[in-house]
T-cell receptor
Framework: GAVVSQHPSRVICKSGTSVKIECRSL??????MFWYRQFPKQSLMLMAT?????????EQGVEKDKFLINHASLTLSTLTVTSAHPEDSSFYIC?????????????FGSGTQLSVL | SQKIEQNSEALNIQEGKTATLTCNYT??????LQWYRQDPGRGPVFLLL?????KEKRKERLKVTFDTTLKQSLFHITASQPADSATYLC?????????????FGKGTHLIIQP
């Protein structure tokens, strides 16, 4: 099946710094990738849809200047949390759909646990 | 707005028994419904997809049903094993055109006791 790799798996940073999270599709090309955020015992909340070669589409309430998304190639999307604050601490997960799987199901990365001190 | 409800409390099942998890939704029925498994600190893994015109889908020890009248999907694991312990998420797609329309429930934490 399709494999999505996410890095890093865990990051601890100081308040005010920026953190970059990478999401790669390893064995397929993903024109669209999705970034989710998940708080403990809560559902996955879609933050934005990342489209290769164009601007990301952000969900309502998500600050595009704070969560910068770049999808420069068909296999890589990055999420940068700029000027991170403790309230940004969360589990961030990327996913992609594969054309070979009719784009209906999602293949998820392993997630990144962000802790902002 | 659409709401997805899954049992928020943990479900404890004895090994060997059938575990049944529930996913209820409000308002109109989705084009298709999916179930994912999520282990602690990991991303979800796709298990099964069922479309609105299908009543039941099976895969090995897993079975999913979809009742658009009751607005409910049931997810069954037969002959449950401790390794089945995880959080199971149901996800609905209303667009029918791709995964960008997926909305997730909070998930049900399943514990299979030896």
């Amino acid at each position: 099946g399709a494999v999505v790799s996410q890095h890093p798996s865990r990051v601890i940073c100081k308040s005010g710094t920026s953190v970059k999270i990478e999401c790669r599709s390893l064995d397929f090309q993903a024109t669209t990738m999705f970034w989710y955020r998940q708080f403990p015992k809560q559902s996955l909340m879609l933050m934005a849809t990342s489209n290769e070669g164009s601007k990301a589409t952000y969900e309502q309430g998500v600050e595009k200047d704070k969560f910068l998304i770049n999808h420069a190639s068909l296999t890589l999307s990055t999420l940068t949390v700029t000027s991170a604050h403790p309230e940004d601490s969360s589990f961030y997960i990327c996913s992609a759909s594969s054309p070979a799987a009719t784009n209906e199901k999602l293949f998820f990365g392993s997630g990144t646990q962000l802790s902002v001190l | 707005s659409q709401k997805i409800e899954q049992n928020s409390e943990a479900l404890n099942i004895q090994e060997g028994k059938t575990a049944t998890l529930t996913c209820n939704y409000t308002n109109y029925s989705p084009a298709y419904l999916q179930w994912y498994r999520q282990d602690p600190g990991r991303g979800p893994v796709f298990l099964l997809l069922i479309r609105e015109n299908e009543k039941e889908k099976r895969k090995e020890r897993l079975k999913v049903t979809f009742d658009t009248t009751l607005k409910q999907s049931l997810f069954h694991i037969t002959a449950s094993q401790p390794a089945d312990s995880a959080t199971y998420l149901c996800a609905l797609s209303y667009s029918g055109g791709g995964a960008d329309g997926l909305t997730f429930g909070k998930g049900t934490h399943l514990i299979i006791q030896p």
